[in-house]
């Protein structure tokens, strides 16, 4: 689906991948992690063609995404963090963007409205920021392109709305389509991710489906005094202290924590990887 | 897919493009009435014509184009307006279709009541002649375009700063060249006065308006589709104008 090959990418001397290698295959929803400035909104970008790399190449179904030809934007969305909305309804909204996407569904948009508690007869330019971001986030959803692109998605959301953003993205995912959320709120979407990619010092530090993760770490809150033997990672926690560990054969499946393994993968990035190279 | 043009999807970028412009376009295009009322209210010959045409010339010759690309002012408008799935030649052309066809056409029809027979001889467009007229005017439209491309919003700013230091060089070039032009024997070019007749015919007056309006929009169009042409063939001007840099 998408492919990234030796990407290399500046802001003037600020170097923010070096030599990045990174593919994301369809039928995936993809969680993208990393610190600030470790370059997600910036690998967004340019999978969505805004920025041009300075040496590599993002290619999307066969497009290189620096041409940003009609066809593959056509079949990518992005939403950013920060986005403007025409003041206008959004019933117009609808009717002067949708054309541009060929597999824009009414149906989906309007079950993921109501999902929301929201109906399209609003006016873009009365809405809160929260209400602003949920209203677009169903437009990107509908649009059933191939290719969706979230950054930072749950921001401004109230609770509710975001335990309801799980359920939408869940909805709306299909076998060909390829979701990838860039967050820092990782419990927002936990048990809607399924492959986890971290990025740090301008490479890929970790890049794993939740079900290999599981196989292969455990995780889990000790008593202080009752570390386990071999831990990878441990942190302090309300109870005492939360460990990773590598999983063995007598063990069973832990549910994962995503924020314990983000902490892991920057703390010993090296430990974490061999506990995936032999079982 | 062409995904160079499609005549379909640049319809849609152009209704796209001036459902976000339009109230700046009414905007622009209500404050001309007003000058007209101002200038009816004097006489649409004599001094209220030039007023009349240099008002018009400013406003849709000038600071309407020079906005063509002024509602990029941050990343974010620029990632809606960059990501909408057109080509680069359909959303450069829409966006001068709105900025610059539609201006170009306001201030026709704001020039209209000094395009009659009556207002010829006192017009400061017909006291020149037609070829430079229509030359200068679609340079500066052009030149408008091309600021507002470029610098976006800093785009009139930055042509008005250009035109002055223009017309200062003019001024100090015409005043030392003027020893030497006095001694040449120059045939000026026909002007427009002469061109028409000094009998007033409307007829043959309609038919000149019509060359000069026809003469204004292909011409320009033409220049204009070659200029954008060009600047989408260079690298450089090209991320400049895209504004590729999103952070």
């Not at chain 1, 169903?138 to 059933?144: H, Q, S």
Request: hydrophobic share 50%.
């Amino acid at each position: 689906m998408v492919t990234i090959s030796n990407l290399q990418f500046n802001y003037g001397s600020h170097e923010v991948f070096s030599n990045l290698n990174l593919t994301f295959d369809e039928g995936k929803i993809y969680g993208l992690l990393g610190m600030n400035g470790a370059g997600k909104s910036t690998l967004l970008y340019l999978m969505s063609g805004l920025l041009f790399a300075k040496q590599g190449s993002v290619d999307f179904n066969g497009h290189n995404m620096s041409r940003r030809s009609p066809s593959a934007l056509a079949d990518l969305f992005i939403v950013p963090e920060e986005f403007d909305l025409p003041a206008m309804t959004f019933e117009r909204y609808i009717k002067l963007n949708a054309p541009f996407y060929p597999n824009f569904s009414r149906e989906t948009l309007d079950r993921c409205l109501q999902g929301f508690g929201m109906t399209a007869d609003m006016n873009l330019a009365h809405l809160s920021m929260g209400q602003k971001k949920k209203a677009f986030v169903c437009f990107a959803l509908a649009c059933n392109t191939r290719l969706l692109l979230m950054d930072e998605p749950t921001n401004g959301l109230d609770i509710p709305s975001k335990s309801q953003f799980r359920k939408v993205v869940a909805e709306c995912m299909t076998d060909n389509r390829t979701i990838i959320i860039s967050t820092h709120q990782v419990r927002d979407v936990e048990n809607l991710i399924d492959h986890i990619a971290i990025l740090g010092n301008q490479q890929l530090l970790f890049d794993m489906s939740v079900s290999q993760i599981c196989d292969h770490l455990t995780f889990a809150d000790c008593k202080l005094g009752q570390q386990p033997e071999g831990a990878i990672y441990t942190q302090p926690s309300a109870l005492g202290s939360a460990v990773v560990c590598k999983r063995t054969a007598a063990d069973s499946e832990t549910p994962l924590d995503i924020e314990l393994l983000f902490n892991a993968v920057l703390a010993n990035t090296e430990s974490v990887k061999q506990a995936f190279a032999a079982k | 897919m062409n995904n160079w043009f499609n005549i379909k999807r640049f319809w849609l970028v152009v209704q796209h493009e001036f459902a976000n412009a339009w109230i700046e376009i009414a905007i622009f295009a209500a404050m001309f009435p007003l000058s007209y009322i101002i200038a009816q209210t004097n006489s649409l010959t004599g001094k209220a014509l030039p007023l009349l045409f240099a008002a018009a010339f400013i406003l849709y010759q000038w600071a309407l184009p020079a906005r063509v690309f002024a509602n990029m002012k941050s990343g974010t408008q620029c990632i809606s307006y960059l990501t909408l799935p057109a080509s680069n030649a359909e959303k450069f052309y829409a966006r001068l279709l709105i900025y610059w066809l539609l201006p170009t056409l306001l201030f026709l029809l704001s020039c209209s009541p000094a395009l009659t027979p009556e207002a010829y001889r006192s017009h400061v467009v017909y006291n020149t002649d037609l070829v430079i007229s229509v030359g200068v005017i679609l340079m500066q439209s052009n030149a408008a375009v091309l600021f507002g491309t470029l610098f976006r919003r800093f785009g009139l700013p930055l042509l008005l700063l250009f035109e002055a230091l223009l017309l200062v060089s003019v001024i100090v070039i015409s005043i030392s060249a003027r020893d030497i032009t006095d001694n040449l024997n120059f045939e000026p070019a026909v002007s427009i006065v002469e061109y028409v007749g000094t009998e007033v015919d409307n007829d043959l007056s309609f038919a000149r308006l019509k060359q000069v309006v026809a003469a204004f929009v292909c011409t320009s169009a033409v220049v204009n589709i070659g200029l954008a042409r060009i600047l989408f063939s260079r690298k450089r001007l090209r991320r400049a104008m895209l504004n590729t840099n999103v952070e």
